[in-house]
């Protein structure tokens, strides 16, 4: 796995993970499927986006998804984010009108969440890897698992973090959170299929920003 593409902070933290059997298993998985012709998203490079532009100790929110988009051009490492160009697709649609209704701000022409994630809102997914169009792909091949670690670490070296929830499989990962410690947003899933459930209306990015400023960390800027 290609480690060196991580952010130092986040290398050092993760060096066990890097090291570990599971994840030479993971490894020689992604290359069996690609050998196999298959299209796996992100590209290589672009895997460990989310711990590239936000160090360890810079990390302010951790917003977690699920596992990347499926569509072509569309995943590059960032949980939610698509690159500039690309039509921002239906989750990330929501999560702009619950950002409009929140904050007041109107919605972006494009989907880059890049913004976020240098302010210190880790992007993550928990799984990293996905085939083309087929979602849930890689479940169970190892990424769960570094991804655990990763919230881990978060856990018990930091203080006043916001873990932004959405969905029943975030929201089992948010068990490893101390809320003692933390502050922990849940919601449905910004998904068409479940934002109306619960989604609209939780406001996550005023809880986050009001949770941070009465901690002294200064806030995000979530306009894009």
């Known amino acids: 796995m290609r480690e060196a593409l991580i ?10 993970e890097f090291s570990a059997e599971y994840m030479a298993n993971l490894s020689l998985f992604l290359r069996s ?8 998203y992100p590209a290589g490079g672009d895997i460990f986006t989310a711990f590239k532009l936000t160090p360890f100790d810079k990390v302010k929110v951790v917003i977690l998804g699920q596992d990347p988009y499926h569509g072509p051009n569309q995943a590059h490492g960032l949980s939610f984010s698509v690159r500039r160009g690309i039509a921002p697709p239906p989750s990330l649609q929501n999560i702009y009108k619950e950002m409009s209704s929140d904050l007041g701000t109107h919605p972006p022409a494009h989907g880059n969440l890049e913004t976020w ?8 997914n928990s799984v990293l890897t996905v085939e083309h169009g087929k979602a849930g ?20 070296a930091r ?29 449905a899933h910004p998904s ?7 989604f609209f209306g939780s406001k996550p990015f005023s809880k986050a920003n009001n949770y941070l400023a009465n901690h002294n960390i200064s806030p995000i800027n979530w306009s894009l």
Request: proline share 2%; aromatic share 6%.
């Open 7 to 16: 952010e130092a902070s986040w290398k050092k933290k993760l060096a066990k």
């Open 33 to 40: 499927e690609k050998a196999a012709g298959k299209l796996i």
């Open 117 to 124: 994630a240098k302010q210190g809102v880790l992007m993550l």
């Open 137 to 156: 792909a890689h479940v169970g091949k190892g990424w769960e698992r570094f991804t655990d670690a990763v919230i881990n670490q978060l856990n018990s």
């Open 159 to 187: 203080n006043n973090l916001v873990f932004v929830l959405w969905g029943r499989k975030a929201q089992q990962k948010g068990s490893r959170v101390d809320p003692h410690r933390h502050k922990i947003i849940m919601s």
């Open 192 to 198: 068409p299929l479940s934002a109306h459930s619960g």
